[in-house]
């Protein structure tokens, strides 16, 4: 509770001091003592302690907070952190703690909350796009997503806090939004696409499942080690996109909702090859008799994943990326990271003239945009080819006469 005293100055007149803590100056490093004062007539000491008890009260109402208690660390660690627990997945918690210990709190460690402006993020923000950034000992800058991600982490906080009304407005909200430079992603052309197809027949049935469905459908890796059978509609060739899996060292094994996108974007139904029904229905059936076989079943037989071992236990993220780099190598495929399947099919969609709203749909982004920024590369090379082959049906006849 923030301490007050009333004072006499004499012809009636009273200085009131309010006591609201201490906060470190981020210039000197001293703890300075932070008072509120006011001068005020009274006629004695007990209306000048009413006036003082309203003044109390109007400084530590509902639109001011003690510095004290609202130092950004404290705020992050104490309010931020358990709310973020349960709305982020934690392997994106995982990584956003690691660039708040890394970057983001020793940055404003020493400023309270109400005290973080604009100029503060802009200057921590260009700070990151100076040289000797990286954490990994390599040289050259950080990339321009990983400068965003840090501004994504500051703006998730911001919000919170002016959620829960600790502050008016956000800070960010002045800031301009950091540019990504979108890379040219590897993928697979459509032949080597095939010749993938190919290698996969004499794999495993649950990696030629798993991994047909990563190219076909666009899914992301912990949507599709998420994937049970029982979202998976044979009849109407229809997987029901409703689940993710992933896994920390800390947490293990998490089932949760899938948390990238709006709501319709989380929860969505993609349409599945005619040539994925029977190795679906196969695997299945394989599964079934190794349940049934099995001695002891991975969380009693509660879920019954696409890709998992005999009793049940789901693949480890990790393994599955190592599983892939083994297979390249194997059969001498081009080199591409497993997430690129998921860039290969929307590839491949586009070359194909399909509309980027469908994509997008079938992607899970949050709106259209989203797909045209990561995409607007290969939608330009399409459009190019489109232009390319008019050319050729319209003005053909003519250059031949």
């Not at 000992?137 to 990983?146: D, F, H, N, P, R």
Request: hydrophobic share 35%.
């Amino acid at each position: 509770m923030a301490k007050g005293y009333a004072r006499p100055r004499g012809n009636g007149k009273w200085q009131l001091e309010v006591n609201l803590g201490s906060y470190v100056d981020p210039k000197t490093g001293k703890r300075k003592r932070i008072r509120k004062f006011k001068e005020i007539s009274a006629k004695n000491q007990r209306q000048a302690d009413l006036e003082l008890a309203k003044f109390v009260a109007e400084i530590t109402g509902n639109n001011y907070f003690e510095p004290e208690k609202i130092n950004f660390v404290e705020f992050v660690q104490k309010e931020w952190l358990p709310v973020a627990e349960k709305r982020l997945s934690h392997t994106t918690l995982t990584t956003h703690i690691r660039y708040l210990n890394l970057r983001i709190l020793p940055a404003f460690q020493y400023l309270r909350l109400d005290q973080i402006k604009p100029k503060h993020i802009i200057d921590f923000l260009r700070n990151l796009e100076e040289e000797g950034m990286r954490a990994d000992g390599k040289g050259g800058k950080l990339s321009s997503s990983t400068i965003f991600y840090h501004y994504r982490i500051l703006n998730n906080i911001f919000n919170y806090a002016k959620e829960i009304k600790l502050i008016k407005e956000s800070p960010l909200e002045g800031v301009k939004k950091p540019k990504v430079e979108y890379k040219d992603i590897e993928v697979y052309s459509p032949e080597e696409a095939a010749r993938l197809i190919k290698c996969l027949e004499t794999e495993p049935l649950h990696w030629q499942v798993i991994i047909k469905l990563a190219v076909t459908t666009g899914m992301r890796r912990s949507e599709l080690l998420g994937l049970e059978f029982k979202h998976i509609d044979l009849d109407n060739r229809i997987v029901h996109i409703r689940q993710a899996l992933t896994y920390s060292k800390h947490s293990g094994y998490q089932i949760h909702e899938i948390k990238k996108g709006s709501r319709s974007a989380r929860i969505r139904d993609v349409v599945i090859s005619e040539a994925l029904v029977d190795p679906i229905k196969r695997l299945y059936s394989q599964r079934e008799t190794e349940r049934d076989n099995s001695s002891t079943l991975w969380m009693d037989g509660k879920y019954n994943f696409v890709l998992a071992h005999e009793d049940g236990k789901p693949y480890n993220p990790y393994s599955l990326q190592n599983w892939w780099k083994r297979f390249i190598k194997r059969h001498g495929l081009k080199y591409i990271n497993f997430h690129a399947l998921r860039h290969t099919s929307a590839t491949l969609l586009i070359n194909e003239g399909v509309h980027a709203k469908v994509i997008s749909e079938r992607l899970g982004h949050s709106d259209i945009k989203t797909t045209m920024n990561v995409y607007g590369h290969v939608f330009k090379k399409a459009d190019e080819l489109a232009a390319t082959k008019l050319d050729e049906v319209l003005f053909k006849t003519n250059k031949d006469h």
